[in-house]
């Protein structure tokens, strides 16, 4: 499934593009929904959280700090696009399960 939304990032952002990746890590997120895609995969891998323990956090200042060696924005937008790219094939994938239970459904009338 992958695979297709691998190409559509490939073809939008170039080898040398450290985006490509992120745009690939959208592909690959495990998230159920597009907007958790966005929300949590997108964001761990693009921003750090607070940095010291859960009882001693650091101030919210460091969330900042990009985790991604390119502006934060741009590594949340490639990484959306690749989200974007996994729902498009998700969507695609239930259609063709329609379609071919439908197809059953008319080969037992």
């Not at 499934?1 to 170039?14: F, H, L, V």
């Not at 959306?80 to 008319?106: F, I, P, R, T, V």
Request: glycine content about 4%; some cysteine.
């Amino acid at each position: 499934m992958s695979s297709e939304c691998y190409r559509i990032c490939n073809e939008k952002y170039s080898a040398a593009d450290p985006r490509r990746i992120y745009c690939k890590k959208g592909c690959d997120s495990d998230e159920e929904t597009l907007e958790d895609c966005k929300l949590k995969s997108c964001a761990e891998l693009c921003i750090k959280d607070n940095l010291g323990d859960d009882s001693v956090k650091l101030g919210a200042w460091s969330k900042l700090f990009s985790r991604a060696p390119t502006d934060s924005h741009q590594c949340l937008n490639a990484c959306y696009y690749g989200c974007n790219n996994k729902e498009e094939e998700e969507d695609d994938d239930n259609k063709s399960d329609d379609n071919k239970s439908d197809d059953n459904e008319k080969d037992k009338d």
